[in-house]
């Protein structure tokens, strides 16, 4: 549950990596962000959904390594559930 502050501050960020803008936050926002894109919020099919997990994976890992603690099991989860035929 977050609150008013903590949503502006998500929403904001958000809005600057949906413009390809990737700055590091806490990795709660970039989790969520990651949640919202498994379960294609913002995205207009699993193949988009897809491209853009791998997309601001690679960018963030790069600000903040802890993110492939879980990101590569969940981007073969999404794969093998979206039945994606992409490698």
Do not use: C
């Not at 990737?22 to 959904?49: F, R």
């Not at 997990?53 to 492939?68: G, S």
């Amino acid at each position: 549950m977050m609150n008013y502050k903590q949503l502006r501050t998500y929403f904001t960020w958000r809005t600057g990596i949906r413009q390809g803008m990737v700055k590091k936050t806490s990795l709660s926002y970039a989790y969520l962000y990651l949640y919202e894109l498994i379960t294609n919020i913002g995205v207009t099919d699993p193949m988009e959904g897809l491209e853009q997990l791998m997309w601001f994976w690679q960018e963030y890992r790069e600000l903040d390594a802890a993110i492939d603690n879980h990101v590569p099991a969940w981007i073969k989860d999404y794969h093998i559930y979206y039945d994606l035929s992409h490698t």
